[in-house]
């Protein structure tokens, strides 16, 4: 059995906060945010919006444009760094709960940006190993929970939205995912850190008025590590599978900073065609990001079935990962 990426959906809430939103917030400007980042707007969801809402709205779009029922769906498959709850239960479960699916296993994973390739890879292994056959995989944020909105180095960077995609089995090694590479480097973990709220600094008072429930982030460090290690990833997995990048038809990376991946994308000599840019409008929303894009290309119907994707993420943790899938659902204007 292989795995195969059969169908995929996106939701983003209505709220927008432009660059201009955000003078009037901290002490920025549009032209420092876009010059350095690429970023215009990005989406907030409403007070009253969770992750999982978020997470429910793209699953109903990916299971309604999959080849399967809902009641086929043996796996649900949450990556988010900004969970419903802080410990239990699951966003998993909360969408799952949203959905109706509600006997089958569901679990949440942390690998912050990189959460959707790591969501491949798990999806990947259950199904080859034979243990599940339809695996909903959802990569969803609600960021602005744990932005803080003073902090002009953080807060103009990230959006909420959610992505979600529907993985399954498949005895048709064309139509499946070739490979997946995941990694992880503990040694960074301060590069990008919500330190307050676990069980390192649990809440107090003292927590809560040093801010450190928020996101924190060494930017020029993370920066120029993003831009090495992907850069490292893409070429080994790509030589590993002895691939050009000019077979690419679509690179599909991590949306955090344009000139992170166009950085990348010039050291693979790749064509402004075959590069995916959506931080412009999204911002960067983490596990989200890369299915957001994916849905972007495909509902414009830029990807087809059986193009060739090369996926490339790196986040908190460090975590980083890459991967080499085809399109193996509907095409958008055969729905
Ligand atoms: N407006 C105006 N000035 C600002 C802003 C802002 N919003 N933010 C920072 N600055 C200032 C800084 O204070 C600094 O001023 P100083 O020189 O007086 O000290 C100056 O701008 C330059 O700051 P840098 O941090 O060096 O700016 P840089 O060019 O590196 O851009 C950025 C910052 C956009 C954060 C960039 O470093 C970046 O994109 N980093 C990588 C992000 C990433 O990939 N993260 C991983 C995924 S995220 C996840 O996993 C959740």
Known sequence: ???????????VPETILSNKDFEKMVDTTDEWILKRTGISTRHIAAEDEATSDLGYKAAQIALDRAP???SEIDLIICATISPDYLCMPSTACMIGEKLGINNVAAFDISAACSGFVYLLSVA?????SGMKKNVLIVGAEKLSSIVDYSDRTTCVLFGDGAGAAVISATEDKSEAIVDIHTSA???YGDFLITPGCGSKNPCSNEVIENNMQFMKMRGNETFKLAVKTLTKDVIDILDKNGIKSADIKHFVPHQ???????AVGKALNLTPEQVVLTVGKYGNTSSASVPMAMNDIYESGRLQKGELMLLDTFGGGLTWGSCLLPFSGTNYADL
């Not at 955090?256 to 166009?262: D, G, L, P, T």
Request: without cysteine; aromatic residues 14%; proline residues 0%.
């Open 68 to 70: 399967v029922e809902e």
């Open 1 to 11: 059995m292989y795995a195969a990426l059969k169908s995929i959906g996106s939701y």
């Open 256 to 262: 955090a900073n344009y000139r992170i991946i166009n």
């Open 124 to 128: 990947k292994a259950f199904i080859e």
């Open 185 to 187: 480097d503990g040694r």
